[in-house]
Each structure stands twice: as structure tokens, then as C-alpha cells.
């Protein structure tokens, strides 16, 4: 059975840091490219961040870009998103996803599993 677990959501000021991390288990990890979508209250949920399987490459939403990096470590079987510069439109619940040897897509059906989500709450 494959999961995903997020953790290191959390309540930050605006300007702040945090760091995301999802683990995996029940899936050929190496084998998986990794994203990072979120969804605030009344949005869809949209792409934040992926990397490949093989940590080759990196895709970045517009939004993101120049404060958030995302990396993995295939040993652990963990991603995570470190996310510095926090702005308040960065409020939601931020998901881990994976998806079997795609390229880093922003599009939420190529990703075959999806974890629960961790809040992210910035204030003002």
C-alpha cells in the first residue's frame, strides 16, 4: 500500500521559513517523480513544485520561484520543500504527490498518489 505522509505544516509570519517533508513508503521510490501542489480555501489546487526521479530536474511554479527549492533524498525516501520569503498567498494545504517516471509536470493527473496535505498558515 503506498503512502505518502506530509509533515512541518504550521503557523509562520510573513517573511518567514518553513520546511515541508513528505515520506514515502510502498513505492519504488527512485522510480517516482515527486511535486508539491497546494490548495487555499475556495482555489483548486494548483503546482508549486516537482522534481525529478532521479533528482535530475526541477520545475517551479511562477509564484515560487527564487524562494522555494525542492529536493529529495532517494536513500530515505523523502522529499521536501523548503520554503523561505513566506507571503500570506502562501496560506493553504500543501500535498505531496508521485508520479511513475514523468517528467517534472505541473498537471495534477499525471500524478498517480497523493498524501493528505499539511496546512501552511502565514500571517500578515
Same mark, same amino acid.
Given at each position: 500500500?503506498? $503512502?505518502?505522509?506530509?509533515?512541518?505544516?504550521?503557523?509562520? $509570519? +510573513?517573511? &518567514?521559513?518553513?520546511?515541508?517533508?513528505?515520506? +514515502?513508503? &510502498?513505492?519504488?521510490?527512485?522510480?517516482?517523480?515527486?511535486?508539491?501542489?497546494?490548495?487555499?480555501?475556495?482555489?483548486?489546487?494548483?503546482?508549486?513544485? +516537482?522534481?525529478?526521479?532521479? &533528482?535530475?530536474?526541477?520545475?517551479?511554479?511562477?509564484?515560487?520561484?527564487?524562494?522555494?527549492?525542492?529536493?529529495?533524498?532517494?536513500?530515505?525516501?523523502?522529499?521536501?520543500?523548503?520554503?523561505?520569503?513566506?507571503?500570506?498567498?502562501?496560506?493553504?494545504?500543501?500535498?505531496?504527490? +508521485?508520479?511513475?517516471?514523468?517528467?517534472?509536470?505541473?498537471?495534477?493527473?499525471?500524478?498517480?498518489?497523493?498524501?493528505? &496535505?499539511?496546512?501552511?498558515?502565514?500571517?500578515?
Amino acid at each position: 500500500q503506498v $503512502q505518502l505522509v506530509e509533515s512541518g505544516g504550521g503557523l509562520v $509570519q +510573513a517573511g &518567514g521559513s518553513l520546511r515541508l517533508s513528505c515520506s +514515502a513508503s &510502498g513505492l519504488a521510490f527512485n522510480i517516482y517523480t515527486m511535486g508539491w501542489f497546494r490548495q487555499a480555501p475556495g482555489k483548486d489546487r494548483e503546482f508549486v513544485a +516537482a522534481i525529478r526521479w532521479n &533528482g535530475g530536474s526541477t520545475n517551479f511554479a511562477d509564484s515560487v520561484k527564487g524562494r522555494f527549492t525542492i529536493y529529495r533524498d532517494n536513500a530515505k525516501n523523502t522529499v521536501s520543500l523548503q520554503m523561505n520569503s513566506l507571503k500570506p498567498e502562501d496560506t493553504a494545504v500543501y500535498y505531496c504527490a +508521485a508520479g511513475k517516471f514523468i517528467p517534472v509536470v505541473d498537471t495534477r493527473h499525471s500524478y498517480n498518489y497523493w498524501g493528505q &496535505g499539511t496546512q501552511v498558515t502565514v500571517s500578515s
